[in-house]
């Protein structure tokens, strides 16, 4: 018995110390509140976009604004998953030649060119193409490029064909160069953008003819360039890096998706995202052909409203309104073409850049930050797409924290949409947090308690300020569990909370499933390398094969919380109207101790 017993005290002693070995000190969680529902006029909006209106319109009337206010018109436009929530226009007093008619006073409605978010639609093509069966992520692009089988090791300087999928291509991890028959310095347009006359006179050597590209815009009056071209030019070009080596940005990527597209569906490029995209989403006012004159904004300055891209339409040939490019933002965020897992999939990072904060996406250019919200260092993260052709700049940004969507369309002075995007994000963050936290806490916030008078278990959420749903108190059968858990989750008893983040899974209509975590309140400074507190886990304690970490709450047609389910205990405890109800009917043996407390 003494054996027994020795062991049993020897295990009480480690049982902390191995919890601590497979368990991490958690950080605290990102995304600790479901995305709200927003409209309009959801309270704190409707103030915010009333000072954006009164920013952006005395900003664009000021000499003094950090862009060319007088050649610079723009479009910008927020959205819920669900409806645009604010939209706003402004037209430049000086704009360029319009062929067909008079211009029209800029709206929402009005063309541009979106330039390189082009590249969002040609990745989510490839993927209804993969979800429809013709195709794989995985694929050599030279199984849907049958020419590129053609040049195959007959040049040792050319790219790995066979090993560059349509995953790398997408993520800009293929390695194959940037362009073919674009932005070279023997085009003249290239030349006036570094202002001079000659590439000779800043000290490059004359070149043969032949060595210049006969087509894209190296010579005035020159075509776009044609599959055939593209695909033997590329044969001139060796590869930047090897495949999969690190991220650098390639058009010619692009290109060659488009030229796959063709491949598996036998339609050219703008049929094909005409066909699975423009139409599925009701995009009437989106095309890869130029639309009149009359429709769109064109800017004074040299511009590329005019130019014919040809076979680059796949990275950068798209028209189209701040309106229907804020419903692709919602379609994307509300999942209508993808499933969900595939959505979320999309959503990952591929690669790292230089940056702490940047990270490429397919093709999203994926930024972190803790800046947005003035209470808090938590981790957001925005999921973007840039594009620039010239006269035009375009900014696509999804926060599926949020479910939220912003498009930033300029013509004309480009400096112009850094301003517009930041004083966006700045000011309407913010507002939508607090709308989240309101939501959450009226959701599922105050007490639960048995309605079995002969099981004292019960248990307390609150909404704390960024942290999110916070348990204040948690008894199980009569024994403070949040005092117990305390122990098991935190053996070096440093001060934290237990908070508890959505899972975004259900377990059957009307419910929410969340998960519970210990979250140190702070992180202690380290000088290790390898930091493993970084590392986050849950449902680490299981009880009988079920977590003790998952709550499961049930939720009314409001969509407010009536029960909470806790699988791991075997109970449900029921909602109160308050929290004296609860109050009155638990007695605890002793005062609780604060969490991270010596015990």
Avoid at 50 to 59: G, I, T, V, Y
């Amino acid at each position: 018995m003494y054996r027994v017993s020795a062991n049993l005290f020897r295990w009480a002693i480690l049982y902390p110390v191995f919890c601590q070995l497979v368990s991490s000190s958690r950080l605290e969680p990102a995304n600790p509140f479901p995305p709200p529902t927003l409209h309009p006029k959801s309270q704190g909006l409707d103030g915010i976009f009333d000072n954006l209106e009164r920013d952006f319109q005395d900003a664009a009337s000021n000499r003094s604004s950090p862009w060319l206010t007088d050649i610079t018109s723009f479009s910008v436009a927020v959205t819920s998953t669900t409806q645009t929530l604010w939209t706003t226009s402004y037209t430049a007093p000086i704009l360029g030649n319009y062929s067909n008619g008079p211009p029209t006073t800029m709206s929402d409605q009005s063309y541009f060119r979106i330039a390189s978010i082009s590249k969002v639609f040609t990745v989510l093509a490839i993927l209804l193409q993969e979800k429809a069966g013709n195709c794989s992520l995985r694929d050599p692009i030279s199984r849907h490029v049958p020419e590129l089988n053609e040049r195959v090791g007959a040049d040792p300087h050319t790219a790995e064909w066979d090993s560059i999928t349509l995953e790398t291509l997408a993520s800009q991890l293929s390695g194959i160069p940037r362009e073919y028959g674009q932005c070279d310095l023997t085009d003249p347009l290239t030349d006036r953008v570094y202002h001079f006359d000659d590439p000779v006179d800043i000290g490059l050597p004359p070149v043969d003819d032949s060595d210049v590209p006969p087509c894209g815009r190296n010579r005035p009056g020159t075509r776009p360039c044609s599959r055939k071209e593209i695909l033997d030019g590329l044969m001139k070009l060796p590869p930047s890096f090897e495949p999969n080596y690190k991220a650098t940005y390639s058009n010619l990527a692009f290109v060659l998706l488009g030229f796959a597209l063709e491949n598996m569906t036998g339609l050219e490029y703008a049929d094909v995202i005409r066909s699975s995209i423009f139409d599925p989403l009701g995009m009437e006012r989106a095309s890869l052909a130029r639309p009149p004159d009359t429709e769109g904004i064109i800017p004074s300055l040299p511009n590329d409203w005019n130019v014919d891209v040809g076979t680059y339409g796949s990275t950068g040939g798209i028209y189209t309104t701040a309106s229907d490019l804020a419903l692709f933002a919602r379609s994307v965020l509300a999942k209508k073409l993808l499933d969900t897992t595939t959505t979320n999939a999309w959503f990952h990072p591929r690669s790292f850049s230089s940056s702490w904060s940047f990270a490429y996406g397919m093709p999203w250019e994926i930024f972190r930050t803790s800046d947005m919200l003035p209470d808090s260092d938590r981790i957001q993260t925005i999921f973007t797409k840039g594009g620039a052709l010239n006269g035009y700049f375009s900014q696509l940004l999804l926060i599926p924290e949020y479910n939220l969507g912003l498009v930033v369309l300029v013509a004309g002075d480009g400096h112009a949409t850094r301003w517009l995007r930041e004083k966006v994000l700045k000011l309407l963050i913010p507002a939508v947090e607090q709308i989240a936290r309101d939501q959450a806490a009226s959701k599922l916030s105050g007490s639960y308690m048995s309605n079995d008078a002969t099981i004292n278990s019960s248990t307390t959420f609150e909404v704390s300020g960024s942290r999110g749903l916070v348990l204040t108190s948690w008894l199980s059968n009569g024994t403070d569990f949040l005092a117990q858990y305390g122990h098991m989750s935190n053996p070096r008893r440093k001060r934290g909370h237990v908070q508890l983040t959505p899972s975004n899974v259900s377990r059957g209509k009307n419910s929410e499933v969340w998960r519970a975590a210990y979250v140190l309140d702070e992180l202690l400074p380290s000088d290790e390398i390898v930091n493993a507190n970084l590392i986050v886990d849950v449902d680490i304690l299981s009880y009988a094969s079920r977590s003790l970490e998952e709550f499961v709450f049930e939720l009314d047609d409001s969509g407010r919380a009536t029960k909470v389910t806790l699988p791991g205990f075997r109970i449900t405890l029921d909602r109160q109207a308050d929290r004296e109800a609860l109050d009155a009917f638990v007695r605890l043996r002793e005062p609780m101790k604060p969490l991270g407390s010596t015990y």
